[in-house]
């Protein structure tokens, strides 16, 4: 029956969130959002998880019971537009878009439809940098890789290519060993995080030891080899696709637990409560996705983008008033790094959080994504 239903209303309180015997909630809500047809409610203040506070959802938390609340008349109404349109389909600001279907569009590449959104954070946000100054942005349609590249990917560029990575022209790369970062020998993209080289089974996770060069070339080596155009997203593109439309501080809302994302579960947000430290990578396809279909857009590892790094770039465009598809300073002697890692704390991991190295810098903790441009 929920496979047939125009709409799927889900309810988010204490008990669907927190309670086990309630797991059916959370399974049906993943149906309705998977098929575009999730109005999530929010009665009770709760943060929705497993990525679904990314969905824009009608709270009536506040709503004291009162039919006439203009809250309330709005759920409804967005349950009415679900109703009288075919699954899949919404023009209500309460359901996610559905995504342009686009014949050439490689697997594993979903759509994130452009729009306006404010890019960095705002002064009162806890763990902010100097360097996230708010203003607005203006983002083209794109297409983005649900996941960042694997070790097995980047294993057929170079068993096609040959290609030499930074890593192994320098013969080295930074590990950690304990609690220290340390450059070893011999390191490069078929190792670990401590040095070790990589098992089988870790082939499904994020390609390691890896520069911003590296990842130029990998994208030039796959546009030539398929005839269609790969790159590295911008800055504002990353950003705007991490956040799926949430102006919180993660997608998944005020907070970030271990059980949404990989990170230093020592070094919680704000304070909340501590969580796991796995000392390592995960799959790519760990963790509910946001609202988008992205995996790990928070954790795992740091992702390139394709600018040059700017600490007073964002002003500049603040000036500028709305800034389209903006694309990073003209120079500059390091590259903008996003997303944080699996050794970072969950500050680190803000969907505005920003880092930088060098285009030939490689460690233990730095991947990177594909945008393709149809």
Known sequence: MLNESSCVVVVWTHASVNLEEHHWVREEAAVGRNRKILVPVRLDVVDAPFGFGSIQMADLSEWGNDNAHPKFRKCVDAIRSRLAQPAGRSDSAIVSPRPIIQSN??????????????????????????????HDVEVSDFWMCKYTLTLREFGKFIDSTRYRTDAEKENSSVIVDGNEWKEKEGVNWRHGVSGNERLSDEENHPVLHVSWNDA?????????????????????????ACRAGTTTPFNTGDNLTTGQANYDGNFPYNQNRKGVYRQTTVAVESFAPNGWGLYNM???VWEWCSDCYGSDYYKECKAKGTVENPTGPPTGSSRVLRGGGWGSGAGGCRSAGRDSGTPGLRSFSVGFRLVFVP
Request: glycine share 10%; proline share 7%; aromatic share 12%.
């Open 105 to 134: 569009v490689p697997q594993n590449f979903v759509h994130i439809p452009g729009g306006e959104f404010t890019m960095g954070s705002p002064e009162s946000e806890v763990d902010r940098g100097d360097d996230e100054t708010l």
């Open 216 to 240: 130029v070339s990998y994208c030039d080596w796959l546009s030539q080899k398929t005839g269609k155009t790969f790159r590295l997203p911008t800055e504002a593109e990353w950003e705007y």
């Open 298 to 300: 928070h954790g795992n």
